[in-house]
């Protein structure tokens, strides 16, 4: 049964490396085509442009690598077929279930690689990517609502923000301690100002064991070293730019400031939902496989990227239904999973 495991696996490693090559270059390629004009128009460095694409590629990986992994499932059972090594399987007694647990079972660590890949390698990358001239693009001159998060214990909200001018107004600063709200500043305006962010006309407040202290300033510098105008002219937080425990610490400050916080949410359940696709897609594909028995490589392709945009469709739309309030966050997130996960078990557990 070990040798079998381990056969099996070794068939479906070559496949799903050489899927996720194609996929990550295809990805690039097409990226590339379409930006291609802007890169040139904005007169980009080619070194700038690898990095961009340098840093983009982990987020690539972990959107890609259910496809690859069902892919994979497809071609690895069609090669058993094929070859007549199924046959042999049940010939020998063993059921196919039990030949495929070692498949699923490195499935589940897949899994568990990619949500850890997604925490702590794709949101350093996302930005760093962001930051990159490469990602710039037209953006609107005046922006409303933001509200932007520096490290780990400074939040910003703005209430409107002027690109051209660099300007600010209805601006909130706070700044916390674990949980603990320890500096308040707002102020009518603020203005980047050699080099750094300025505030004009407000209050600061700061709490300590002895209460409240309330300040009145007419000028002040804004206690902000990494935000830029740049990041309040790319507008809103970007989830991909935040790791799970991170994006749950800037929901719990969004609700206490009574700011909505609906759309957050949902993307932190799918920080936990959307890896498991790789042992879903698996699930599904193994029994899908084995009942297409003496089909060619092309079917496998067609049926993988068929399944694979169904799924990526359940998963979408419980991300909108989620966001406009129709399920609940949770559920939203883990529409696309529950849907296929219990089609790919019902399978499953029918395979002869």
């Given at each position: 049964?070990r040798i079998?495991?381990r056969?099996?696996l070794?068939?479906?490693?070559?496949?799903l490396?050489?899927?996720?090559l194609?996929?990550?270059?295809?990805?690039v390629?097409?990226?590339?085509?379409e930006?291609?004009?802007?890169?040139?128009?904005r007169?980009?460095?080619?070194k700038?442009?690898?990095l961009?694409?340098?840093?983009?590629l982990?987020y690539?990986?972990?959107?890609?690598?259910p496809?690859?992994?069902?892919?994979?499932?497809?071609?690895?059972?069609g090669?058993?077929?094929r070859s007549?090594?199924?046959?042999a399987?049940?010939?020998?007694?063993?059921?196919?279930k039990?030949?495929?647990l070692p498949l699923?079972?490195f499935?589940?660590?897949?899994?568990?690689?990619?949500m850890?890949?997604?925490?702590?390698?794709?949101?350093?990358?996302?930005?760093?990517?962001?930051?990159?001239?490469?990602?710039r693009r037209?953006?609107?001159?005046?922006l409303r609502?933001l509200?932007l998060q520096?490290?780990?214990g400074?939040?910003?909200?703005?209430?409107?923000y002027?690109a051209?001018?660099?300007e600010a107004?209805?601006?909130?600063?706070?700044q916390?301690?674990?949980?603990?709200?320890y500096?308040?500043?707002d102020?009518?305006?603020?203005?980047?100002?050699?080099?750094?962010?300025v505030?004009?006309?407000?209050?600061e407040?700061?709490?300590?064991?002895?209460?409240?202290?309330?300040r009145?300033?007419?000028?002040?510098?804004a206690p902000?070293?990494?935000?830029?105008p740049?990041?309040?002219a790319r507008g809103r937080?970007?989830?991909?730019r935040?790791?799970?425990w991170?994006?749950?610490r800037?929901i719990g400050?969004?609700?206490?400031i009574?700011?909505?916080?609906?759309r957050w949410?949902?993307d932190?359940?799918?920080?936990?939902?959307?890896?498991?696709?790789n042992?879903?897609?698996?699930?599904?594909?193994?029994?899908?496989g084995v009942?297409?028995?003496?089909t060619?490589?092309?079917?496998?392709?067609?049926?993988s990227?068929?399944?694979s945009?169904?799924?990526y469709s359940a998963?979408?739309?419980g991300?909108?239904?989620?966001?406009?309030?129709?399920?609940?966050p949770?559920?939203?997130a883990w529409?696309?999973n529950?849907i296929?996960g219990g089609?790919g078990?019902?399978?499953?557990?029918?395979?002869?």
């Amino acid at each position: 049964m070990r040798i079998l495991g381990r056969y099996i696996l070794r068939v479906f490693s070559k496949f799903l490396s050489w899927s996720l090559l194609a996929f990550l270059l295809l990805f690039v390629v097409v990226d590339l085509v379409e930006n291609i004009d802007r890169f040139v128009d904005r007169r980009v460095p080619p070194k700038e442009v690898g990095l961009y694409y340098l840093y983009y590629l982990p987020y690539i990986l972990v959107l890609v690598l259910p496809v690859g992994m069902l892919l994979s499932a497809l071609f690895s059972v069609g090669q058993l077929s094929r070859s007549g090594e199924l046959v042999a399987m049940r010939a020998s007694g063993l059921g196919l279930k039990r030949a495929f647990l070692p498949l699923l079972a490195f499935a589940f660590l897949v899994s568990v690689f990619a949500m850890a890949f997604g925490e702590m390698v794709v949101p350093e990358a996302n930005d760093r990517r962001m930051h990159l001239g490469a990602y710039r693009r037209n953006r609107p001159a005046r922006l409303r609502g933001l509200f932007l998060q520096e490290g780990e214990g400074t939040v910003v909200f703005v209430g409107r923000y002027d690109a051209k001018d660099e300007e600010a107004s209805d601006v909130s600063v706070q700044q916390y301690r674990g949980d603990h709200l320890y500096r308040r500043i707002d102020a009518k305006r603020m203005i980047w100002k050699d080099g750094r962010w300025v505030l004009y006309e407000g209050w600061e407040r700061t709490f300590g064991d002895e209460g409240e202290v309330l300040r009145k300033f007419e000028v002040m510098d804004a206690p902000i070293r990494s935000l830029l105008p740049e990041d309040f002219a790319r507008g809103r937080e970007h989830p991909e730019r935040m790791g799970f425990w991170e994006l749950r610490r800037y929901i719990g400050r969004l609700r206490r400031i009574g700011r909505p916080s609906r759309r957050w949410e949902v993307d932190l359940h799918l920080k936990i939902s959307f890896p498991f696709a790789n042992l879903i897609l698996v699930l599904l594909g193994l029994p899908l496989g084995v009942g297409r028995r003496g089909t060619g490589k092309v079917v496998g392709f067609g049926l993988s990227l068929l399944v694979s945009f169904l799924y990526y469709s359940a998963v979408r739309a419980g991300q909108v239904m989620g966001r406009e309030e129709v399920l609940p966050p949770a559920l939203a997130a883990w529409l696309g999973n529950i849907i296929f996960g219990g089609a790919g078990a019902w399978l499953f557990l029918r395979m002869e």
